[in-house]
């Protein structure tokens, strides 16, 4: 048994799998936690007997305890303000078609001033009823401006990638058929044309510098939100990946630094229960290197009252796009031709090359762990060459950059993040939900590739999962039923079953992988003694569970810090 000096445990899980997710992925039967730390593991009799007069001894009866879940890239800001009451849910299931979406829209509309806004997140062209008869068929303007002529309408798709307008709000943005569109990013026309609604990519900043801004204690409020929910799902720590100047979210109308703020005083106040770790956005998608120094100069490093409950180790930079709306940049055409392109300064490729580049430069040269967005194979090539390059010319020892999202990132290419400690960090769950949808964007072969995990554990990448949420909801047992089934959400076809893992590797990429993302294995991530107590404990014996019935897992207790902070 593993146990520290004296001093009776606040707290015992006894009688069940303790996956402990250490070094040798031991499993014990019980564990003690003493005030904010992990005082013991072992077997049930041994453990039981540090019990005092005041030990709150909890009988698993077999369930299964993990370390607290970290969702590693999750807009936990975002994902607040874009649920109900802050804005319409237009995603699946909650609508099938254009015309739930226009009903909901009329129904907002009724209850909402003239001339305010209307926004809302989530619809996708792959689950739409209109869109899936013609595929030809997208969400236009003049769907939305039968119910709601006189309110300014944004919907924000699934991906946070592109947007769907209607005429009134085309026309408080200033957009009409000579409207050009800023650098990586596409404002879509039609026959006659004149634009349809839809933005892609950076072109939903056109958006995003008209919508009012949340106030600093609607994003509290939408904060504190997310963290009860999350410890609903045995989630206890995340990824802010994006707070800053360069924030481009059309549908909160400028993240900046107020999400920043409200974290801060949360921390401060000491009533923020997660641990948060966050990557700041100095420049825009479509950005170029001075916007970048502009945004580091802005940011610098914020400080925190607590690093353990909030710590900004990163910068986050756009490379490219993604490929359901074709704007990965991949070496091979997508199927009805393009290859995407990246999403930073540059008239040519070579000049956007050139200044991918620099700004992966100035970043590692400011001391940053840089986390970059890239999703295409060649815009991958392109990072990691990058990545590669800057540290050979300035050598740092430890400063784990990755690659975000990592779509269709080659065996080379992983083998190279592994020799110089960098890692990718992958969507299982959004995997789970585009697979068939893929198959017509770049074909079966390359669909069943995306998101090599398999690949990318075997090259010795430590690998992490996240949700993307609001992109999906932040629920870990979906990527980690993803992980074991690569099976799709919507037909159950399995899509590149070759590139399946095991539990243990499933369970570290949401775990103690994401922990080293932080910089934070010596203390968190597993549960081993001396590390912080964050714990969730699951309705039912995981090991040796059928891999579909992971989803339908339930968290029956969630501990923070020592405290236990969920009951089911």
Known sequence: MSRPGAGAP????????????????????????????????????????LAGPGTRIIDLGGRTVL???????????????????????????????????????????????????????????????ECLADPRRLPHRGDLDLVAPGH?????????????????????????????????????????????GILREAAQRLVQEVIPAPSTGQRRRAIQGVVAELHTRGITSYTEPGLGPGGTSALLGGLATENWTAYAELVAE?????????????????????????????????????PRRLNAV?????????????????????????????CVHGATPALQVAELREMIRTAHAAGFQLGVHVTGDRAIDTVVDAFVATQEADPRPDARHYVIHGDFVSADAL???????????????????????????????????????????????????????PITEPDWRRGVAGMLLRESKASGRRSGP??????????????????RQDFAESWKGSVEVGKVADLCVLDRPLLGADPHTVVETEVDLTVFDGRIVHER
């Open 10 to 49: 606040s707290l015992i899980l006894t009688g069940g799998q303790v996956l402990t997710l250490d070094a040798a992925s031991r499993v014990v039967e019980a564990v003690a936690v003493r005030g904010d730390r992990i005082v013991a593991t072992g077997s049930a009799a041994d453990v039981t007997n």
């Open 67 to 129: 370390p607290g879940i970290n969702d590693s890239h999750l807009h936990g800001a975002a994902y607040g303000l874009t649920r109900p009451p802050f804005a319409l849910d237009v995603g699946s299931p909650a609508v099938t078609s254009i015309a739930d979406i226009v009903t909901s829209v009329r129904h907002a509309a009724a209850g909402t001033p003239p001339g305010d806004w209307i926004i809302g997140l989530g619809w996708d062209a792959g689950y739409l009823a």
């Open 152 to 196: 300014p309408v944004c919907l924000t798709d699934f991906s946070s990638h592109m947007v769907w307008l209607n005429g009134a709000a085309l026309r408080r943005c200033g957009i009409d058929a000579t409207t050009a569109a800023p650098p990586g990013g596409v404002i879509d026309l039609g026959p006659d044309g004149e634009p349809t």
């Open 270 to 306: 000491g009533v923020l229960d997660a641990r948060v770790t966050v990557l700041l956005l100095p420049a825009p998608m479509g950005g170029s290197t001075a916007d970048l120094r502009r945004g580091l100069a802005e940011l610098r490093r914020p400080e925190s009252a607590d």
């Open 314 to 342: 990163g910068v986050k930079i756009f490379a490219d796009g993604v490929p359901p709306n074709r704007t990965a940049w991949m070496n091979e055409p997508y199927t009805d031709g393009g290859h995407g392109a990246l």
């Open 415 to 469: 083998a190279r993040l592994a020799a110089h400690g960098y890692g990718v960090n992958m969507n299982p769950a959004i995997k789970w939900t585009i697979s068939d949808l893929m198959d017509d964007v770049v074909g079966e072969a390359r669909s069943a590739y995306q998101w090599p995990v398999r690949t990318a554990f075997d090259a010795g990448v430590a690998v992490c999962a996240s949700s993307d949420a």
């Open 498 to 515: 070759e590139q399946c893992v095991g539990l243990d590797e499933a369970l570290r990429a949401y775990t103690v992988n994401a922990a």
